[in-house]
Protein backbone atom coordinates (compact mmCIF):
# COMPACT_ATOMS: atom_id res chain seq x y z
CA UNK A 1 0.00 0.00 0.00
CA UNK A 2 1.05 3.29 -1.24
CA UNK A 3 2.26 6.28 1.78
CA UNK A 4 3.22 8.75 -0.85
CA UNK A 5 1.38 12.21 0.27
CA UNK A 6 1.19 13.08 -3.63
CA UNK A 7 0.11 11.68 -6.84
CA UNK A 8 0.37 12.02 -10.70
CA UNK A 9 -2.26 14.08 -12.50
CA UNK A 10 -3.11 15.18 -16.12
CA UNK A 11 -5.00 18.84 -15.26
CA UNK A 12 -6.49 21.02 -17.72
CA UNK A 13 -5.83 25.44 -16.33
CA UNK A 14 -8.04 26.52 -18.86
CA UNK A 15 -10.91 25.82 -21.58
CA UNK A 16 -9.92 23.66 -24.71
CA UNK A 17 -6.35 23.91 -23.12
CA UNK A 18 -3.58 21.44 -22.81
CA UNK A 19 -3.17 18.78 -20.41
CA UNK A 20 -0.76 19.38 -17.86
CA UNK A 21 0.85 16.35 -15.57
CA UNK A 22 2.21 17.48 -12.13
CA UNK A 23 2.23 16.21 -8.73
CA UNK A 24 -0.94 17.26 -6.80
CA UNK A 25 -1.87 15.90 -3.27
CA UNK A 26 -3.15 12.27 -3.08
CA UNK A 27 -6.81 11.89 -1.94
CA UNK A 28 -7.77 10.01 1.31
CA UNK A 29 -11.23 8.02 1.27
CA UNK A 30 -13.70 9.67 3.09
CA UNK A 31 -17.31 7.81 4.56
CA UNK A 32 -18.52 5.28 1.62
CA UNK A 33 -15.27 6.30 -0.30
CA UNK A 34 -12.86 3.72 -1.93
CA UNK A 35 -9.46 4.58 -2.75
CA UNK A 36 -8.58 3.37 -6.26
CA UNK A 37 -5.17 2.69 -8.00
CA UNK A 38 -6.36 4.13 -11.27
CA UNK A 39 -4.83 1.66 -14.34
CA UNK A 40 -6.50 2.83 -17.41
CA UNK A 41 -9.00 6.05 -17.93
CA UNK A 42 -11.91 5.41 -20.26
CA UNK A 43 -12.43 8.75 -22.56
CA UNK A 44 -15.91 9.82 -23.57
CA UNK A 45 -16.62 12.43 -26.60
CA UNK A 46 -18.59 14.33 -23.58
CA UNK A 47 -14.93 14.63 -21.84
CA UNK A 48 -13.45 16.11 -24.47
CA UNK A 49 -16.18 18.78 -24.53
CA UNK A 50 -16.24 19.66 -20.75
CA UNK A 51 -12.65 20.08 -21.67
CA UNK A 52 -13.88 23.08 -24.08
CA UNK A 53 -16.29 24.61 -21.77
CA UNK A 54 -19.23 23.12 -23.94
CA UNK A 55 -20.91 21.28 -22.10
CA UNK A 56 -23.08 23.92 -20.08
CA UNK A 57 -24.73 20.97 -18.21
CA UNK A 58 -21.33 19.25 -17.02
CA UNK A 59 -19.45 22.07 -15.95
CA UNK A 60 -16.27 21.57 -14.11
CA UNK A 61 -14.43 24.02 -12.50
CA UNK A 62 -10.26 25.00 -13.50
CA UNK A 63 -8.25 23.64 -12.72
CA UNK A 64 -9.27 19.86 -13.44
CA UNK A 65 -8.64 16.27 -13.42
CA UNK A 66 -11.09 14.95 -16.41
CA UNK A 67 -12.22 11.71 -17.15
CA UNK A 68 -15.28 10.11 -16.10
CA UNK A 69 -14.57 6.36 -16.39
CA UNK A 70 -12.10 3.79 -14.38
CA UNK A 71 -10.73 0.95 -14.23
CA UNK A 72 -8.12 -0.06 -10.96
CA UNK A 73 -7.28 -1.91 -7.89
CA UNK A 74 -8.79 -1.12 -4.44
CA UNK A 75 -5.58 0.51 -2.49
CA UNK A 76 -7.89 1.49 0.76
CA UNK A 77 -11.82 1.62 2.03
CA UNK A 78 -13.21 4.40 4.01
CA UNK A 79 -15.52 4.02 6.91
CA UNK A 80 -19.00 2.29 6.05
CA UNK A 81 -17.38 0.29 2.80
CA UNK A 82 -18.39 -3.54 3.27
CA UNK A 83 -18.48 -4.18 -0.46
CA UNK A 84 -15.09 -3.72 -1.12
CA UNK A 85 -11.64 -5.15 0.03
CA UNK A 86 -7.90 -3.72 -0.88
CA UNK A 87 -6.65 -5.56 -3.56
CA UNK A 88 -10.03 -5.99 -5.59
CA UNK A 89 -9.82 -5.27 -9.01
CA UNK A 90 -12.72 -2.25 -9.95
CA UNK A 91 -14.42 -0.46 -12.76
CA UNK A 92 -17.16 2.60 -11.99
CA UNK A 93 -18.30 5.86 -13.85
CA UNK A 94 -17.22 8.27 -10.65
CA UNK A 95 -16.43 11.55 -10.91
CA UNK A 96 -14.69 13.93 -14.01
CA UNK A 97 -17.88 16.37 -13.48
CA UNK A 98 -19.17 19.21 -10.99
CA UNK A 99 -15.87 19.85 -8.98
CA UNK A 100 -15.78 16.07 -8.80
CA UNK A 101 -12.03 14.71 -9.44
CA UNK A 102 -12.07 12.54 -12.77
CA UNK A 103 -9.55 9.62 -13.59
CA UNK A 104 -6.89 11.15 -15.10
CA UNK A 105 -4.72 10.52 -12.64
CA UNK A 106 -3.39 7.88 -9.92
CA UNK A 107 -5.95 7.72 -7.45
CA UNK A 108 -9.18 8.29 -7.31
CA UNK A 109 -11.57 8.52 -3.87
CA UNK A 110 -14.44 7.33 -5.59
CA UNK A 111 -18.07 6.48 -3.98
CA UNK A 112 -18.64 3.06 -3.69
CA UNK A 113 -21.84 2.95 -5.03
CA UNK A 114 -20.55 3.54 -7.93
CA UNK A 115 -18.02 0.95 -8.75
CA UNK A 116 -18.08 -2.94 -9.34
CA UNK A 117 -15.68 -5.57 -9.67
CA UNK A 118 -14.22 -5.67 -12.62
CA UNK A 119 -15.03 -8.36 -15.48
CA UNK A 120 -12.65 -11.04 -14.57
CA UNK A 121 -12.34 -11.75 -18.36
CA UNK A 122 -11.48 -8.37 -19.59
CA UNK A 123 -8.36 -5.93 -18.92
CA UNK A 124 -8.29 -3.00 -17.17
CA UNK A 125 -8.18 -0.95 -20.67
CA UNK A 126 -11.15 -2.52 -22.11
CA UNK A 127 -13.21 -2.38 -18.57
CA UNK A 128 -12.21 1.31 -18.50
CA UNK A 129 -13.92 2.31 -21.41
CA UNK A 130 -17.42 0.90 -20.43
CA UNK A 131 -18.81 2.28 -17.50
CA UNK A 132 -20.69 5.18 -18.89
CA UNK A 133 -21.73 3.33 -22.14
CA UNK A 134 -23.05 0.59 -20.24
CA UNK A 135 -24.80 2.56 -18.16
CA UNK A 136 -26.69 4.57 -20.57
CA UNK A 137 -27.47 1.59 -23.03
CA UNK A 138 -28.98 -0.24 -19.66
CA UNK A 139 -31.12 2.78 -18.80
CA UNK A 140 -32.20 3.16 -21.82
CA UNK A 141 -33.14 -0.28 -22.99
CA UNK A 142 -34.01 -2.09 -19.63
CA UNK A 143 -35.03 0.87 -16.97
CA UNK A 144 -37.14 3.03 -19.70
CA UNK A 145 -38.02 0.91 -22.55
CA UNK A 146 -38.24 -2.19 -20.25
CA UNK A 147 -37.56 -4.67 -23.09
CA UNK A 148 -38.25 -8.22 -23.23
CA UNK A 149 -36.95 -10.98 -25.03
CA UNK A 150 -38.62 -11.23 -28.75
CA UNK A 151 -39.04 -7.87 -29.26
CA UNK A 152 -37.37 -6.37 -31.75
CA UNK A 153 -34.98 -3.45 -31.27
CA UNK A 154 -33.44 -0.80 -33.43
CA UNK A 155 -30.24 0.96 -32.13
CA UNK A 156 -29.35 3.89 -33.97
CA UNK A 157 -25.82 4.55 -34.47
CA UNK A 158 -24.53 0.10 -33.63
CA UNK A 159 -21.23 0.54 -33.80
CA UNK A 160 -20.37 3.75 -31.47
CA UNK A 161 -20.03 3.61 -27.64
CA UNK A 162 -23.38 3.32 -26.37
CA UNK A 163 -24.26 2.16 -29.61
CA UNK A 164 -22.19 -0.87 -29.29
CA UNK A 165 -23.24 -1.49 -25.93
CA UNK A 166 -26.85 -1.07 -26.44
CA UNK A 167 -27.17 -3.73 -29.63
CA UNK A 168 -25.19 -5.99 -27.35
CA UNK A 169 -27.26 -5.54 -24.12
CA UNK A 170 -30.23 -6.16 -26.24
CA UNK A 171 -29.30 -9.34 -28.09
CA UNK A 172 -27.97 -10.67 -24.46
CA UNK A 173 -31.79 -10.15 -23.17
CA UNK A 174 -33.58 -11.99 -26.20
CA UNK A 175 -34.45 -9.09 -28.64
CA UNK A 176 -34.09 -9.08 -32.46
CA UNK A 177 -31.91 -6.39 -33.06
CA UNK A 178 -31.32 -4.02 -35.96
CA UNK A 179 -28.80 -1.03 -36.43
CA UNK A 180 -27.92 1.26 -38.48
CA UNK A 181 -24.53 2.18 -39.16
CA UNK A 182 -22.11 3.61 -41.91
CA UNK A 183 -20.02 1.36 -44.55
CA UNK A 184 -17.24 0.76 -42.28
CA UNK A 185 -19.28 -0.51 -39.53
CA UNK A 186 -21.79 -2.84 -40.96
CA UNK A 187 -19.50 -5.45 -40.33
CA UNK A 188 -18.90 -5.00 -36.91
CA UNK A 189 -22.47 -4.32 -36.34
CA UNK A 190 -23.00 -7.89 -37.63
CA UNK A 191 -19.85 -9.47 -35.63
CA UNK A 192 -22.35 -8.57 -32.48
CA UNK A 193 -25.71 -10.72 -33.17
CA UNK A 194 -27.37 -7.44 -34.71
CA UNK A 195 -28.88 -7.07 -38.85
CA UNK A 196 -26.83 -4.18 -40.12
CA UNK A 197 -28.91 -1.38 -41.59
CA UNK A 198 -26.86 1.46 -43.49
CA UNK A 199 -27.07 4.87 -42.43
CA UNK A 200 -27.88 5.83 -45.97
CA UNK A 201 -31.17 4.16 -46.47
CA UNK A 202 -34.36 5.99 -46.20
CA UNK A 203 -36.20 5.17 -43.26
CA UNK A 204 -39.47 3.95 -45.13
CA UNK A 205 -37.42 1.24 -46.94
CA UNK A 206 -35.62 -0.09 -44.10
CA UNK A 207 -38.97 -0.17 -41.98
CA UNK A 208 -40.84 -1.49 -44.98
CA UNK A 209 -37.61 -4.16 -45.46
CA UNK A 210 -37.00 -5.80 -41.68
CA UNK A 211 -41.28 -4.56 -40.08
CA UNK A 212 -43.52 -5.02 -42.78
CA UNK A 213 -43.78 -1.53 -42.58
CA UNK A 214 -44.84 -1.83 -38.74
CA UNK A 215 -42.21 -0.42 -37.14
CA UNK A 216 -40.12 -1.66 -34.65
CA UNK A 217 -41.07 -2.43 -30.69
CA UNK A 218 -38.46 -0.20 -29.28
CA UNK A 219 -35.79 2.43 -30.92
CA UNK A 220 -32.43 3.75 -29.25
CA UNK A 221 -31.50 6.72 -30.47
CA UNK A 222 -27.74 7.46 -29.50
CA UNK A 223 -27.14 10.69 -32.39
CA UNK A 224 -29.95 12.61 -32.10
CA UNK A 225 -30.81 15.27 -34.20
CA UNK A 226 -32.38 14.04 -37.57
CA UNK A 227 -32.11 10.64 -36.12
CA UNK A 228 -33.91 11.28 -33.43
CA UNK A 229 -36.54 12.44 -35.65
CA UNK A 230 -36.26 9.34 -38.14
CA UNK A 231 -36.49 7.11 -34.73
CA UNK A 232 -40.39 8.65 -34.34
CA UNK A 233 -40.88 7.53 -37.39
CA UNK A 234 -39.36 4.13 -37.52
CA UNK A 235 -41.06 2.75 -34.21
CA UNK A 236 -44.27 0.88 -34.54
CA UNK A 237 -47.83 1.87 -32.49
CA UNK A 238 -47.71 1.97 -29.10
CA UNK A 239 -44.04 1.39 -29.30
CA UNK A 240 -40.76 3.14 -27.72
CA UNK A 241 -38.21 5.44 -28.64
CA UNK A 242 -35.45 6.28 -26.56
CA UNK A 243 -32.70 8.48 -26.54
CA UNK A 244 -29.27 9.35 -25.15
CA UNK A 245 -28.83 12.73 -27.28
CA UNK A 246 -32.51 14.17 -27.21
CA UNK A 247 -31.13 18.14 -26.99
CA UNK A 248 -33.36 19.68 -29.89
CA UNK A 249 -36.37 20.94 -30.45
CA UNK A 250 -38.52 18.29 -32.26
CA UNK A 251 -42.11 17.84 -33.84
CA UNK A 252 -44.15 14.85 -31.53
CA UNK A 253 -46.92 14.30 -34.55
CA UNK A 254 -45.61 11.17 -35.91
CA UNK A 255 -44.97 9.79 -32.37
CA UNK A 256 -48.29 10.63 -31.09
CA UNK A 257 -50.26 9.67 -34.44
CA UNK A 258 -48.69 6.22 -33.13
CA UNK A 259 -49.55 6.10 -29.62
CA UNK A 260 -45.77 5.38 -28.81
CA UNK A 261 -43.63 7.13 -26.08
CA UNK A 262 -40.42 8.64 -25.70
CA UNK A 263 -38.16 8.91 -22.93
CA UNK A 264 -34.68 10.35 -22.58
CA UNK A 265 -31.27 9.30 -20.77
CA UNK A 266 -29.33 11.86 -18.57
CA UNK A 267 -26.25 9.36 -17.25
CA UNK A 268 -25.14 12.50 -15.31
CA UNK A 269 -27.82 12.92 -12.96
CA UNK A 270 -26.77 10.33 -10.72
CA UNK A 271 -23.26 12.06 -10.12
CA UNK A 272 -24.67 15.70 -10.39
CA UNK A 273 -27.66 15.15 -7.68
CA UNK A 274 -26.44 12.57 -6.12
CA UNK A 275 -29.25 10.17 -6.37
CA UNK A 276 -29.27 6.87 -7.76
CA UNK A 277 -26.18 6.08 -7.78
CA UNK A 278 -26.25 2.08 -6.10
CA UNK A 279 -28.41 2.01 -9.22
CA UNK A 280 -24.95 2.19 -11.16
CA UNK A 281 -22.72 -0.10 -9.05
CA UNK A 282 -25.87 -2.68 -9.87
CA UNK A 283 -25.97 -1.68 -13.59
CA UNK A 284 -22.62 -2.65 -13.71
CA UNK A 285 -22.33 -5.72 -11.49
CA UNK A 286 -25.03 -7.00 -14.19
CA UNK A 287 -23.30 -6.23 -16.87
CA UNK A 288 -20.20 -7.44 -15.64
CA UNK A 289 -21.71 -10.65 -15.96
CA UNK A 290 -22.49 -10.02 -19.32
CA UNK A 291 -18.82 -9.74 -20.18
CA UNK A 292 -17.29 -12.77 -18.35
CA UNK A 293 -20.12 -14.66 -20.13
CA UNK A 294 -19.09 -13.44 -23.96
CA UNK A 295 -22.34 -11.46 -24.30
CA UNK A 296 -20.39 -8.16 -23.77
CA UNK A 297 -17.33 -7.12 -25.93
CA UNK A 298 -15.76 -3.94 -25.33
CA UNK A 299 -15.23 -1.74 -28.64
CA UNK A 300 -11.55 -0.81 -27.46
CA UNK A 301 -9.41 1.46 -29.50
CA UNK A 302 -5.58 -0.08 -30.15
CA UNK A 303 -3.74 2.90 -29.75
CA UNK A 304 -1.99 2.94 -26.42
CA UNK A 305 -1.70 6.29 -24.65
CA UNK A 306 -0.24 7.36 -21.35
CA UNK A 307 -1.14 9.97 -18.31
CA UNK A 308 1.28 11.87 -20.08
CA UNK A 309 -0.57 11.80 -23.95
CA UNK A 310 -3.36 12.49 -22.50
CA UNK A 311 -4.02 15.36 -25.03
CA UNK A 312 -3.36 12.67 -27.61
CA UNK A 313 -6.23 10.18 -26.35
CA UNK A 314 -8.01 13.30 -26.74
CA UNK A 315 -7.18 14.05 -30.19
CA UNK A 316 -7.86 10.81 -31.11
CA UNK A 317 -11.64 10.70 -29.76
CA UNK A 318 -12.18 13.97 -31.84
CA UNK A 319 -9.91 13.11 -34.83
CA UNK A 320 -8.26 16.09 -34.42
CA UNK A 321 -4.81 17.45 -34.72
CA UNK A 322 -3.83 15.01 -37.26
CA UNK A 323 -4.57 12.07 -35.37
CA UNK A 324 -6.84 9.48 -37.03
CA UNK A 325 -10.75 9.28 -35.12
CA UNK A 326 -11.23 6.57 -32.78
CA UNK A 327 -11.98 3.11 -34.37
CA UNK A 328 -13.49 2.14 -30.88
CA UNK A 329 -13.18 3.95 -27.50
CA UNK A 330 -9.70 5.21 -26.58
CA UNK A 331 -8.62 4.20 -22.78
CA UNK A 332 -5.56 6.16 -21.36
CA UNK A 333 -3.16 3.98 -19.06
CA UNK A 334 -2.27 5.27 -15.56
CA UNK A 335 0.01 2.77 -14.38
Not at 303 to 330: C, H
Request: hydrophobic fraction near 45%; charge should be neutral.
Amino acid sequence: MTTSPSMLAALVDTNDGSFNLREIARPTPGAGEVLVRVAAAGTNPLDTKIRAGQAAHARHPLPAVLGMDLAGVVEKVGPGVTRFAPGDEVYGFTGGVAGMQGSLAQYVAADARLLAHKPANLSMREAAILPLVVITAWEGLVDRAQLKAGQTVLVQGGGGGVGHAAVQIAVALGAKVFATGFSGDLAYIESLGAIPIDANDPIEDYVARHTGGRGFDVVYDTLGGAVLDASFKAVRRFGHVVSCLGWGTHALAPLSFKQATYSGVFTLHALLANEGREHYGDILAETAVLAEAGKLLPRLDPRVFTLAEAGAAYDAVLGSNGAARQKGKVAVSIV
